[in-house]
């Protein structure tokens, strides 16, 4: 009954949040980074909070997007496309009602299909020695390197300034510091809440003052409109479960996961060649929307199994959840049922909470959206800097957010892939271990003998090949 | 539902640990091993205190950026204030650049003296098998077992660089966790664990036994004697047994004061000099550790095993016992070893000897 109530909490707190323009999964868990002590004792508790903000911050971020036209996260521009176009042409509930639908049917799919299947991965996970998990590493940065933007000297940039960030501190082999400019604070490497909140907290939320005022689009005729949205995601459950299975595919690979709604989109259009998209198309809406519910729970796969997050809210969760004491990424986690009960029951449990919370509160979330962009963005922004402020309370914990910031808003401008920079920082030192640790226990030969090794290494082969060769590399995601 | 109400308040309150009584500094993440230990502790301790503790985690440098902090501001502007350390705060006092923190100058509360056990694969030889092995967090142990595996040579310190050259590879940049998993699927001949992680270890790992515990530290003699939870597996008892002498020479001085500063430290709770508050945290800990359910539920922190305390004063002398270890002799060799085998940025310190 505890967890119940944690679930519920956390789902509220998550729906909450997912409505905030710019916000989403991420900024809310953010937010949450100063409480990670109060969970230390009750770590279960903690996770099933986690979890459901997660899953219910994707679901509900949808209303942004589809009553204004500004994302409500990051991972969810490709609803406005269509969805803001039904909600315009004065079917908002409509658009909602698929929304919901969508995104409720793709989290049920895609999280049984993740987590139930998480503890048949244990022995699989012990295949992976030095020589595979590096490898492992490596093909992590190549996708995020190679697919991720179609610009691959901005990629390259994003890989070299991640790569410069995350190995600040003390060098491991030698306990050398390294980058630190003799401040005794970088030793630890700088905190991945000063990377988060400045590399995508501030910069979203400033770039949201720059969007004039929109009033979100009327509901009317709420429960008919919304039933007949249910009905139309019923009818359109292909395009639905195609868009669910690119988000989750994407949610696994380090980097693409945040543009999985719009490769999702893409498939969808390209799926329906004679028809108009853009304009309003209930399809385009249905086709994109669960990708973004499927890829959290994508996501939190390779997170849960080897430590490597592929996304930027996967990346919070699992800082949180060591926080906690929960040995997230090592196979510890995979023998601890009750881990992997929490984590599966949480995600679809808040998913259910979220569905019917806002099938009943949908005209008084909306409301959120009316109050002025300013107070609540400055709220945000203030519980932000707080946040970053209690990792140790010193002038350091400003200068690095500051730093940050500035870095994300670069970044955002320029057109630089903020999640390469994340998650080329959050592997790059454990890569650079993993391989002077693999050299120094395997020889050549050893390396020679092990097929998932070389199996890895093929397939890095590959994809550096047809990075290079292939002019269409991928879409850009800033 | 409380513990709900709970973190509602605390949310609105801002967490802030200006509303509390005690405030206790932790220079580690939250979650962190000595976390681990820290939070049920403290949890028991609240029951005896009419004041609340709240925790104030300040990482950073491995402790340092807190305790260098604590040296020189907190336990003078904050009357509430508590710190807690462990043992690479205890080590790096000995070797570690900008160390600007020294345990004497501050009262202890309470000082838990701990003790790290290794094991090794049941297969493996220690006089005969080379070593893969690495472990970033465990100097001392590491000394230890290269003692173990070298035996005593010819009592100085160089001699164990070449033994070292031939027969260890030592995996550099290893955590705890990640040379436990490399251990567990094959990579690795040993492995490591504090009181509080081992149980958990040895739990998990199928081909495992216990090799040798470091020792506890005993107050009488000065020395780290026989852990009453693992009897007769003490170091020097299995360096008897293995090699049919006792340990001497260079390399076991050095060991010894690397590894006793590391464990006798490993748990350690201080407070500023002539604060009036200390006989408040004090007493407290005292009826903790003398209430059987708070006993039970600090055995069961470290895997049903139990480890004593040396409260206040005791404490106290045990700072002042152990940092007799750090003769000229025995720095400049500990210093020397970890150059020269772990290829670490250490420094020797003459201040750092034993007056």
Not at chain 2, 234 to 262: C, I, S
Not at chain 2, 342 to 354: A, E, K, L, W
Request: aromatic share 12%.
């Amino acid at each position: 009954m505890e967890y119940v109530l944690w679930c519920l909490a956390g789902t509220v707190y998550g729906i909450i949040l997912g409505v905030v323009p710019l916000a989403g999964a991420g900024t809310a868990m953010l937010l949450l980074f100063s409480f990670v002590g109060f969970f230390a004792e009750m770590p279960y508790a903690g996770l099933v909070f986690l979890i459901s903000v997660i899953a219910s911050s994707s679901t509900a971020d949808s209303y942004t997007s589809l009553l204004t036209g500004i994302p409500g996260s990051n991972t969810t521009a490709a609803s406005i496309i269509d969805g803001h176009k039904i909600a315009k042409n004065g079917e908002a509930a409509r658009a909602i009602g698929i929304a919901m639908a969508d995104s409720t049917f793709n989290a049920i799919v895609f999280g049984i299909l993740a987590f139930a299947l998480l503890p048949f991965y244990a022995p699989i996970v012990y295949k992976f020695g030095l020589p595979e998990l590096f490898m492992l590493m490596t093909l992590s940065i190549a996708v995020v390197a190679f697919i991720v933007t179609k610009n691959i000297w901005c990629s390259l940039f994003a890989i070299g300034a991640g790569s410069f960030l995350g190995l600040i501190g003390l060098d491991p082999h030698h306990a050398e510091p390294r980058f630190t400019f003799g401040t005794l604070y970088l030793e630890d490497g700088i905190p991945i809440m000063m990377m988060v909140g400045g590399l995508f907290g501030f910069p979203e939320l400033m770039y949201g003052f720059r969007k004039d005022a929109v009033r979100p689009a009327p509901i009317k005729n709420y429960f008919t409109q919304l039933i007949q949205g249910w009905k139309d995601a019923v009818r359109l459950w292909k395009d639905s479960l195609r868009g669910g299975f690119i988000g989750f595919v994407a949610g696994m690979l380090p980097g693409v996961g945040p543009v999985g709604d719009m490769l999702a989109y893409g498939a969808t259009v390209k799926a329906h060649p004679k028809e108009k998209f853009g304009v309003g198309n209930p399809k385009g809406l249905a086709g994109c929307e669960g990708a973004n519910n499927a890829q959290k729970a994508g996501s939190l796969i390779p997170t849960v199994l080897f430590g490597i997050p592929a996304s930027p809210f996967a990346a919070i969760f699992m800082a949180m959840c060591l926080g906690f004491g929960l040995d997230v990424g090592t196979p510890y986690m995979l023998e601890d049922k009750k881990f992997l009960w929490l984590l599966g029951s949480s995600f679809i449990g808040a998913t259910i909470f979220t569905f019917i919370i806002c099938t009943f509160t949908s005209k008084l979330l909306v409301k959120i959206l009316e109050i002025p962009y300013w107070l609540y963005a400055t709220l945000i922004m203030a519980i932000i800097v707080y946040t970053c402020q209690t990792y140790t309370g010193l002038y350091m914990d400003y200068l690095t957010l500051g730093g940050c910031t500035l870095l994300g808003c670069f970044c955002k401008h320029y057109g630089v892939s903020r999640p390469a920079i994340l998650l080329t920082y959050i592997i790059i030192d454990k890569w650079e271990n993993l391989g002077g640790q693999m050299m120094q226990v395997y020889d050549l030969p050893d390396l020679a003998t092990r097929p998932l090794f070389l199996f890895l290494l093929a397939l890095i082969s590959f994809l550096v090949y047809k990075a290079i060769t292939q002019k269409d590399r991928g879409i850009d995601y800033w | 539902m409380k513990k709900m109400l709970t973190l509602v308040a605390v949310m609105l309150f801002t967490a802030t640990s200006a509303f509390a009584d005690f405030t206790i500094y932790a220079g580690t993440k939250p979650g962190s091993g000595f976390d681990q230990w820290m939070q049920p502790v403290l949890k028991e301790l609240r029951k005896f205190l009419d004041e609340d503790i709240t925790v104030k985690y300040m990482p950073g440098a491995r402790g340092r950026t807190m305790l260098n902090k604590w040296e020189n501001e907190l336990r003078f502007e904050d009357p509430n204030g508590l710190a807690v350390s462990g043992g690479t705060q205890g080590s790096n006092w000995l070797y570690i650049n900008k160390v600007e923190y020294d345990f004497e100058n501050y009262d202890a509360v309470g000082i838990q003296l701990m003790d790290i056990m290794v094991g090794k694969r049941k297969s493996w030889n220690p006089k005969t098998d080379n070593l893969t092995w690495g472990n970033e967090s465990g100097l001392g142990d590491t000394m230890g077992t290269i003692m173990l595996f070298c035996g005593n040579l010819d009592g100085k310190i160089e001699s164990y660089k070449k033994c070292t050259d031939e027969r260890l590879n030592l995996v550099k940049g290893m955590k705890d966790g990640p040379a436990t998993m490399a251990y567990m699927r094959g990579e690795m001949d040993i492995f490591r664990g504090n009181p509080t992680a081992w149980a958990k270890k040895m739990s998990k790992i199928k081909d495992g036994e216990l090799w040798f515990t470091q020792g506890v530290y005993d107050r009488s003699t000065g020395k780290a004697g026989d852990n009453p939870n693992h009897p007769g597996m003490h170091f020097d008892a299995v360096f008897e047994r293995t090699w049919g002498e006792a340990p001497k020479g260079e390399m076991y001085d050095a060991y010894r004061l690397a590894q006793t500063f590391n464990d006798a430290l490993q748990k350690s709770i201080w407070i500023q000099k002539g604060n009036p508050k200390k006989a408040i945290i004090v007493d407290a800990l005292r009826k903790m550790l003398a209430d059987p359910e708070s006993q039970a539920a600090l055995k069961k922190v470290n895997g049903g095993a139990e480890y004593d305390w040396a409260i206040a004063e005791e404490g106290d002398k045990v700072v002042k016992q152990i940092k007799k270890l750090a003769t000229e002799q025995a720095l400049k060799d500990t210093v020397w070893i970890i150059k020269a085998v772990f290829d670490y940025d250490v420094v020797y310190n003459p201040d750092r000897i034993s007056k």
